[in-house]
């Protein structure tokens, strides 16, 4: 967001990035989401977006229960108005039972606490009813918490893993002593993200430096 001293049309490298990416879906006539977990983010966002000349609808809040029809009936105008490229979505309404499958691209300008949150996130765009490959693109600044939070989320993504691994290497050895191999495929089919109920087939995220 600006500061007191900066316009509101105000720049960053991020939301120059943003917008590079934005014109060329907007070329293609493909749709777009764009996460933050900053209200005040997204609003800086649709002044930017309105001095471009680009459309969009938005959800800048988790807000009340009684909010959700006002929600869903953004959501649904940005999927069904081919005149609206941009869906501007606030990361804690992304469990509020948004369905967004219009998306080819998902972006978020924020590194989220947990991996989990950004996989929910791109999950609202990625389910049942999909008909189109889904890309995620992350944002992140250099030398800033941002990436002191990546290499906190890394370390927690190890931790089970290394768990897994020693459940799928005992399960292994109980499938050579005879034991039930299905057992050792489940274990690594955890270890690998691909039993069943897990985020199979939900595209990749790219985490994109933006100095």
Not at 38 to 47: D, M, N, Q
Not at 50 to 69: C, F, L, N, S
Not at 186 to 204: C, D, F, K, N
Request: proline letters at 3%.
């Amino acid at each position: 967001a600006p500061t007191a001293l900066q316009p509101a049309t105000h720049r960053s490298s991020k939301i120059a990035a943003l917008l590079a990416d934005l014109r060329a879906l907007c070329a293609r006539g493909e749709k777009a989401v764009v996460f933050s977990a900053h209200r005040a983010v997204l609003l800086h966002l649709g002044v930017v977006l309105a001095a471009e000349g680009i459309a969009y609808r938005a959800v800048t809040g988790p807000g009340r229960a009684a909010d959700g029809h006002a929600h869903t009936r953004a959501a649904s105008e940005w999927a069904q108005d081919s005149s609206l490229p941009v869906f501007l979505l606030h990361a804690g309404v992304a469990a509020a039972g948004l369905t967004l499958v219009a998306a080819h691209h998902v972006f978020l300008v924020d590194v989220l606490l947990h991996r989990a949150e950004e996989l929910q996130a791109l999950n609202r765009c990625h389910r049942i009813g999909q008909h189109h490959r889904v890309e995620c693109t992350v944002y992140y600044s250099p030398g800033t918490v941002e990436e002191r939070l990546l290499a906190y989320r890394d370390r927690e993504k190890r931790e089970p893993l290394q768990r897994h691994a020693g459940e799928a290497d005992s399960a292994s050895e109980g499938a050579e002593d005879g034991g039930s191999e299905e057992a050792a495929d489940g274990a690594l089919s955890m270890l690998a993200g691909t039993r069943t109920g897990t985020a199979r087939g939900v595209p990749s995220i790219s985490m994109r430096k933006v100095a």
